[in-house]
């Protein structure tokens, strides 16, 4: 419903109660106002034809009582008399008139009480009754006088002010709605349809523009607003257009010196890892020349240059693997499957170094949306990296359970995967540069530095996110969380 439409019919409705309870008030000062002049012309008769009765029945002229129950007919048609002798006997009544039980009792009243009885029926019977007693000068009861007056012209004349009454009321009611709803239209709806409508062309991107802003009234300061908050998101929308082409350009200037900075850092660890064991064949081939007669030196040679050579291969394997990115084929999957296949995998390795692995898991493990391989590949990553920090008779634990993952609105539901080892722990330095490509503790164990950047790569391929607490001597948890519904909008 329109706001026009609400102003009109509460206006109208209120118009209405207030024009009804004025209307119902002088209905009934109407009725009252009535009733005050029947009772007083009823009492002027009343009082005069007693006086008159009372002497003619003092002078005991009976005859007198009729023809002036007959002169009183004349000029007062509609009123009916009654005169009861003591006794209750009628004694005389006018012409026309219809004697009933009930005028017996109202001068049965009169006479006892020596008080006039009156009664107005407005609502049924619609007559007004008067008892009168009629007493001698020494006080005695000589009778009682009964007037009855019909009230048929007062009815007619309160259902003419009734009809008038609601007349008035319904064209009251009826102007003022329709002038509300023109006023309506004009003031409220119209203007606030022009809102809307500019409203509408600004979310489609169209320029928007109020008519009536010009009014000095609230709709016309509201299409000023408008009018000024259309400007302000102009300009602010150039600002941004400008914003985002120099942020796009500091980006893309940004992204070349990460390149350049990446394929330094690469060549740098390639060249430290290549070049090790590089020089290594270079020294033994040249002992290989200059002993090439002694064939246990030879094979003692030989076979360094086939350790080193192993050696280059698996870098170069590792680095290709971390190079590829290959899209993780993603399917649902039951995260804690993966899991126990990594740890069948390593037990025997940790059961004779005497290190505990545990795992609890609980009965409904999480599901997620996952590439299992990968997932097998970064738990394998990870537990490798735990068996090497560990030293023998240590601990292992990896905990499955529910997580929590910040997504576009809000927190979301995640599958969590810790691995936490009792081991040697790692420095804030150390931990700083945890996830580099090449950056390694374990030279000396043939590490390559690229487990770990192959575990962040996997867990930023699943929308995921993963973290590391450490401290020296303590031991460290990594902590990983995959998204319950797959990769995030």
């Known amino acids: 419903?329109?706001?026009?439409?609400?102003?009109?019919?509460?206006?109208?409705?209120?118009?209405?109660?207030?024009?009804?309870?004025?209307?119902?008030?002088?209905?009934?000062?109407?009725?009252?106002?009535?009733?005050?002049?029947?009772?007083?012309?009823?009492?002027?008769?009343?009082?005069?034809?007693?006086?008159?009765?009372?002497?003619?029945?003092?002078?005991?002229?009976?005859?007198?009582?009729?023809?002036?129950?007959?002169?009183?007919?004349?000029?007062?048609?509609?009123?009916?008399?009654?005169?009861?002798?003591?006794?209750?006997?009628?004694?005389?009544?006018?012409?026309?008139?219809?004697?009933?039980?009930?005028?017996?009792?109202?001068?049965a009243r009169a006479a006892s009480s020596r008080s006039p009885v009156l009664e107005i029926d407005a609502e049924h019977a619609w007559r007004a009754t008067l008892g009168l007693p009629l007493v001698d000068d020494a006080g005695h009861d000589v009778g009682a006088l009964v007037l009855v007056q019909p009230l048929a012209e007062v009815r007619r004349d309160l259902a003419d002010t009734r009809r008038g009454i609601v007349v008035s009321l319904c064209v009251l009611v009826l102007a003022i709605t329709g002038v509300q709803a023109l006023l309506g239209t004009l003031w409220v709806t119209r203007p606030l349809s022009a809102l809307a409508s500019g409203m509408q062309r600004l979310r489609e991107g169209r320029p928007a523009h109020v008519e009536g802003a010009r009014r000095n009234d609230e709709v016309g300061r509201l299409g000023k607003e408008f009018d000024a908050l259309v400007k302000n998101l102009r300009d602010a929308e150039d600002r941004i257009a400008r914003e985002v082409e120099s942020r796009l350009a500091l980006e893309q200037g940004l992204q070349r010196v990460d390149k350049l900075a990446t394929i330094g850092q690469l060549s740098a660890g390639l060249a430290h890892e290549i070049g090790s064991p590089l020089q290594v064949m270079s020294g033994r081939a040249r002992a290989l020349m200059a002993r090439a007669a002694d064939q246990d030196e030879v094979r003692k040679n030989a076979a360094v240059l086939?350790?080193?050579?192993?050696?280059?291969?698996?870098?170069?394997?590792?680095?290709?693997?971390?190079?590829?990115?290959?899209?993780?084929?993603?399917?649902?999957?039951?995260?804690?499957?993966?899991?126990?296949?990594?740890?069948?995998?390593?037990?025997?390795?940790?059961?004779?170094?005497?290190?505990?692995?545990?795992?609890?898991?609980?009965?409904?493990?999480?599901?997620?949306?996952?590439?299992?391989?990968?997932?097998?590949?970064?738990?394998?990553?990870?537990?490798?990296?735990?068996?090497?920090?560990?030293?023998?008779?240590?601990?292992?634990a990896i905990r499955l359970g529910p997580g929590r993952l910040d997504g576009p609105?809000?927190?979301?539901?995640?599958?969590?995967?810790?691995?936490?080892?009792?081991?040697?722990?790692?420095?804030?330095?150390?931990r700083a540069r945890l996830f580099e490509p090449f950056f390694t503790t374990r030279e000396h164990e043939g590490g390559t530095g690229l487990g770990l950047p192959v575990v962040q790569s996997i867990v930023r391929a699943h929308g995921g996110s993963v973290g590391v607490v450490t401290s020296p001597g303590t031991g460290t948890r990594f902590t990983i969380d995959f998204p319950m519904g797959g990769l995030p909008a």
């Open 409 to 430: 609105e809000g927190l979301v539901p995640a599958a969590r995967l810790e691995i936490e080892d009792d081991g040697c722990g790692m420095t804030d330095g150390v």
């Open 306 to 396: 086939a350790d080193q050579s192993d050696r280059i291969a698996r870098i170069v394997e590792r680095l290709l693997r971390f190079g590829q990115r290959r899209p993780p084929r993603m399917s649902e999957t039951d995260i804690a499957t993966p899991v126990r296949t990594v740890l069948d995998l390593m037990e025997p390795t940790a059961r004779r170094r005497g290190i505990t692995l545990t795992f609890h898991c609980p009965p409904d493990a999480p599901r997620v949306i996952a590439d299992v391989d990968q997932i097998q590949q970064l738990v394998l990553n990870l537990l490798k990296n735990a068996l090497a920090a560990t030293r023998d008779g240590g601990h292992i």
């Open 1 to 107: 419903m329109r706001v026009s439409a609400k102003l009109t019919v509460g206006i109208s409705v209120v118009s209405l109660v207030i024009a009804g309870a004025h209307g119902w008030r002088q209905m009934a000062q109407e009725r009252l106002d009535l009733r005050a002049a029947i009772e007083r012309d009823l009492r002027t008769v009343g009082n005069a034809v007693q006086v008159s009765l009372e002497h003619a029945l003092r002078d005991r002229q009976y005859t007198d009582i009729q023809g002036a129950l007959d002169s009183l007919e004349g000029i007062a048609p509609d009123l009916d008399l009654f005169v009861f002798a003591p006794e209750g006997g009628l004694r005389a009544r006018s012409i026309g008139s219809v004697e009933e039980p009930v005028l017996r009792d109202y001068a």
